[in-house]
């Protein structure tokens, strides 16, 4: 009697902490993103929105993957122990996951904006006027 109510309870719990998280991220990372793609609004908002597909593609699987236990469940006590445990499962891959997500952003984000300046490069003139005329012209070419 308890694995069916341990099942719904998991499958609801896990379903509203993930749609909750899906959307604030939607909507806080809209922001971020569009810094990222240095203003553009467009890509920012088709990327969040794939974003948030795969959040909940990955999420919702491995809620699904998770849902099956083999544990006698005799009392409420065993229901609660099983749930709490296959939640905090649940909310550590949610975190990894955001976390995840935030590193590769801010990789692309600072290895755009390093690209953006490298062409822009002025050659130093403690390296000596021939050096440095020698750099400005390679740069021109």
Same mark, same amino acid.
């Given at each position: +009697?308890?694995?069916?109510?341990?099942y719904?309870s998991? @499958?609801?719990?896990?379903?509203?902490l993930?749609?909750?998280v899906?959307?604030? @991220?939607?909507?806080? $990372?809209? &922001?971020?993103?569009v #810094?990222a793609?240095?203003?553009? =609004?467009?890509l /920012?908002?088709?990327? %969040?929105?794939? *974003?948030? &597909? $795969?959040?909940y593609? +990955?999420?919702l $699987?491995?809620?699904?993957?998770? *849902?099956?236990t083999g #544990?006698?469940?005799?009392?409420?006590? /065993?229901v609660i =122990?099983? =749930?709490s /445990?296959?939640?905090?499962a649940? +909310?550590? !891959?949610?975190?990894?996951?955001?976390?995840?997500n935030?590193?590769v952003?801010?990789? +692309?984000? %600072?290895?755009?904006?390093m690209?953006?300046?490298?062409?822009?490069v !002025?050659?130093?003139?403690?390296a000596?006027? /021939?050096?440095?005329?020698?750099?400005? #012209?390679?740069?021109?070419?």
């Amino acid at each position: +009697m308890y694995v069916p109510i341990c099942y719904f309870s998991y @499958l609801l719990i896990s379903i509203a902490l993930t749609v909750w998280v899906a959307r604030t @991220l939607h909507s806080s $990372g809209r &922001v971020f993103l569009v #810094d990222a793609f240095h203003g553009n =609004e467009a890509l /920012a908002d088709s990327v %969040n929105s794939l *974003l948030v &597909v $795969g959040f909940y593609m +990955m999420n919702l $699987g491995y809620v699904a993957l998770y *849902l099956k236990t083999g #544990d006698p469940l005799q009392n409420l006590r /065993a229901v609660i =122990e099983l =749930e709490s /445990a296959k939640l905090g499962a649940v +909310m550590l !891959v949610l975190g990894i996951v955001h976390f995840l997500n935030i590193l590769v952003l801010t990789r +692309m984000r %600072n290895r755009q904006g390093m690209t953006a300046y490298a062409g822009s490069v !002025v050659p130093s003139i403690a390296a000596g006027p /021939a050096t440095a005329f020698a750099a400005a #012209d390679q740069v021109r070419a």
